[in-house]
């Protein structure tokens, strides 16, 4: 990596050589806006500081010359840091959903503890943070991920609830729609739904984000503005055939049809997806679905790898595909790759779940990192998180006694199957019209690795398997206070969240403290577009009969839209369908 591309709060303190020095001074200068004197220095480096200062002096002012002739040849703007687009450049943006600062404290730690690694082991996440985003939506303190994401697909506040419409019901363009339009190819990379809220914000347009039927038929393409994405990664098939023939739309109609009717190549299983060859040569565009609804979380899916492709998998076969269908195109690509199921962790309380996707999902952005350094074109990575799940704490008070200082990722570290899979397995498995004690405490020592189970926690499991959630927050809770993690919510929080960037260099805009809107005006002006265009002609397009169905119809649209938007913290449509997944998952 050059110099200039370190990200800015790189430093950690074993610099010992000049430049090293330098990097953390011009770190801190940049970081403060004020010059920073470290003293102590030996004699010979003051003279090499001095050799350095000239060429530096003589380098400003061949770099001024220069930058004067191509501010009058270029008529750019006068900040040097703009991140408007020049020339052929791709963007991948990456959104950790339900992901707050807590979540890497708890991740960095266990993975130390796990794999033997010093105190100074860093996620590469904590390696690229540039500063942090506040969340709250239009309609509350605390957002969902539709209003989330509308933030960065439009840069927008909207209503939570919102599918990139905003609090006048009214459709707004979004930097994946912008980009198509410019000529780059687009893709979407997650491990929910396709048609969950993450992703439904980049290329439709609903007024809630239930309306998962209308969201698949956009995704392909059946959108007012034709066809927007190239290539579509994850789970969900669900939402793409009708009920009748195992899927869950209520029209009838068979999206997966209509897709291959549009162009795609719709491919499902593992090995199709292993055929695509880490993304060489791959046709676009491709819908891959590789789940019915959600891919499990990785604590279950790495025993199930030769079923479910990783999140990493699936992002380098999307960078490369990409990469290589616009070779010969003077756009790029914009990517966006979401850990999607981070969220899920939180909502279940569940550490050993969230752990392992923060890693999958720190996996994944190291593998875009190493895509960015080794690709010819022009390219930033921007990550960060829509919001908070759970109230995340790394610290439990379990009695009255003033606490000891201490959690235990040990704890964890003996769990290899997350509390929503073997709820479901009492609910839905073998076991379920005849489930004991004993059924439940050996599965419990077998799967979650806790031996000191009390006959309290084995009752209260008993008594709630078989209701709407089957014993998953028990399960979960009984992990958790072993290993002393706290949590406050099973919904979302409203905690600032973090901001990473490949480059410090390019991502200088999102430094600091920044409103969510903040990082998707970033984005689209990465890229040099305009939203506006695509806002009117959306609008345009969608008073037309042939959209009707993209609205919620009759009068009472607006109590409906409210109402909806005022119960939506609890995702409780969310938690049915994960309920309908695993009842066709693998036990
Ligand atoms: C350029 O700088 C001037 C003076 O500092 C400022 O008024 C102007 O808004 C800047 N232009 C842009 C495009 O940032
Ligand atoms: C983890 O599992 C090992 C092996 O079963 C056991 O000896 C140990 O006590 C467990 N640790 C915790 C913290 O439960
Ligand atoms: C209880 O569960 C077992 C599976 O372990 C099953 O074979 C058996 O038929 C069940 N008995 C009843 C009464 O449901
Ligand atoms: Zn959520």
């Not at 600062?101 to 266990?110: D, F, G, I, K, V």
């Not at 839209?561 to 049915?576: E, I, N, P, T, W």
Request: net charge negative; charged share 25%.
């Amino acid at each position: 990596m050059a110099n200039s591309d370190r990200p800015l709060l790189a430093g950690d303190g074993t610099n010992s050589d000049i430049s090293n020095e330098r990097e953390a001074e011009e770190e801190d200068a940049l970081l403060t806006r004020q010059n920073t004197n470290r003293s102590n220095r030996p004699v010979w480096r003051e003279y090499m500081l001095l050799g350095w200062a000239l060429a530096a002096t003589i380098a400003l002012v061949v770099l001024a010359v220069f930058y004067q002739h191509k501010q009058t040849t270029q008529d750019r703007s006068n900040d040097t840091d703009s991140p408007k687009a020049t020339g052929k450049r791709n963007l991948i943006f990456m959104v950790s959903d339900g992901m707050g600062p807590a979540s890497l404290s708890l991740t960095r730690s266990y993975r130390q503890y796990e794999q033997g690694l010093p105190i100074d082991d860093l996620l590469t996440l904590d390696e690229h943070l540039i500063g942090n985003s506040r969340t709250r939506s239009t309609s509350s303190l605390i957002t969902d991920s539709a209003a989330g994401a509308t933030a960065f697909s439009c840069g927008k506040k909207s209503y939570n609830g919102a599918i990139s419409v905003l609090p006048d019901h009214t459709p707004c363009g979004t930097v994946l729609e912008a980009a198509k339009r410019a000529g780059y190819m687009t893709g979407l990379v997650v491990t929910t739904r396709i048609t969950d809220a993450t992703p439904a914000c980049f290329a439709s347009h609903v007024h809630m984000r239930e309306e998962e039927d209308s969201i698949a038929r956009q995704l392909i393409g059946d959108h007012p503005l034709g066809h927007q994405v190239d290539l579509l990664f994850g789970g969900g098939r669900c939402h793409f055939q009708p009920r009748n023939e195992g899927g869950c739309r209520a029209d009838g109609v068979d999206v997966i049809s209509m897709a291959k009717d549009k162009g795609y190549k719709y491919i499902h299983t593992r090995e199709e997806f292993d055929s695509l060859n880490g993304g060489n040569g791959v046709k676009l565009p491709l819908l891959g679905l590789f789940a019915f609804a959600d891919i499990p979380f990785e604590l279950d899916r790495r025993n199930q790898n030769d079923v479910y492709p990783s999140l990493e998998e699936m992002a380098r076969t999307a960078m490369s595909a990409l990469a290589a269908a616009t070779t010969d195109n003077d756009k790029g690509f914009f990517l966006l790759i979401e850990g999607s199921r981070i969220d899920h962790g939180g909502h279940n309380n569940d550490p050993a779940a969230q752990v392992h996707e923060v890693m999958a999902y720190d996996r994944a952005f190291a593998s875009v990192i190493d895509f960015l350094e080794k690709d010819d074109t022009d390219g930033i990575a921007i990550g960060t998180s829509d919001h908070e799940t759970g109230g995340l704490s790394i610290a439990r008070q379990l009695q009255k006694d003033y606490p000891d200082y201490i959690w235990y990722p040990e704890v964890l570290s003996n769990v290899s199957r997350s509390a929503e899979n073997l709820a479901h397995y009492f609910k839905r498995g073998p076991h379920k019209d005849n489930l004991t004690s004993e059924i439940i405490q050996q599965e419990i020592e077998v799967g979650l690795g806790i031996t000191d189970w009390t006959s309290d926690e084995i009752a209260s499991v008993l008594s709630a398997y078989q209701g709407l959630e089957g014993a998953k927050y028990e399960l979960a809770d009984m992990i958790s206070r072993r290993a002393q993690i706290g949590w406050s919510t099973h919904g979302h929080s409203a905690v600032d969240v973090n901001i990473y960037g490949s480059s410090a260099k390019h991502a200088g805009a999102l430094a600091g403290n920044h409103e969510n809107t903040d990082v998707g005006k970033f984005l689209h002006e990465y890229l040099d577009l305009s939203l506006d265009d695509v806002t009117e002609d959306l609008k345009m397009k969608t008073q037309l009969e042939e959209w009707a169905w993209m609205h919620v119809s009759g009068p009472g649209k607006s109590s409906q839209v409210s109402s909806f938007a005022k119960q939506h913290g609890s995702d409780s449509h969310r938690l049915q369908i994960e309920i309908e997944e695993t009842d066709r998952a693998e036990l």
